[in-house]
């Protein structure tokens, strides 16, 4: 697997990319590429987090109200699944393979 750090202060997050059976190589390829769409769309990854927690947390309470997500975090959920299909494209997976995952994976600081 391979990660990126985000900018995030609270709570602190990294992107990671796991390629079922992928080299090293390939996952590194597969995090360049779904960044890659974070940078052009100017979306931060963490946001995109935070988005994706936000709806799970709506889901889990039943989603009976409209999604609360505000048109940036639902932005922010496409440029995620974007940046998905990116991580695969670039390996060239194809539709029944198995697919490059994008996960987010909380970072605790280091004890002093």
């Known amino acids: 697997m391979d ?4 900018n995030a202060t609270q709570p602190a997050v990294m992107l990671e990319v796991h390629v079922p059976g992928g080299t090293p190589a390939e996952h590194a390829l597969a995090l360049k590429g779904a960044m ?18 936000k709806l799970a947390d709506w889901e889990q309470e039943g989603a009976n109200d409209p999604a609360p997500l505000s048109e940036a975090e639902d932005l922010a959920v496409d440029v995620l699944l974007c940046a998905q299909e990116a991580a695969n494209q670039v390996l060239g997976v194809h539709p029944g393979e198995p697919a490059v995952e994008l ?9 002093a």
């Open 3 to 6: 990660a990126q750090r985000t």
């Open 36 to 53: 890659g769409v974070f940078q052009a769309t100017y979306v931060k990854p963490e946001f995109a987090w935070q988005a994706i927690q």
């Open 103 to 111: 996960r987010f994976v909380t970072v605790r600081p280091k004890a």
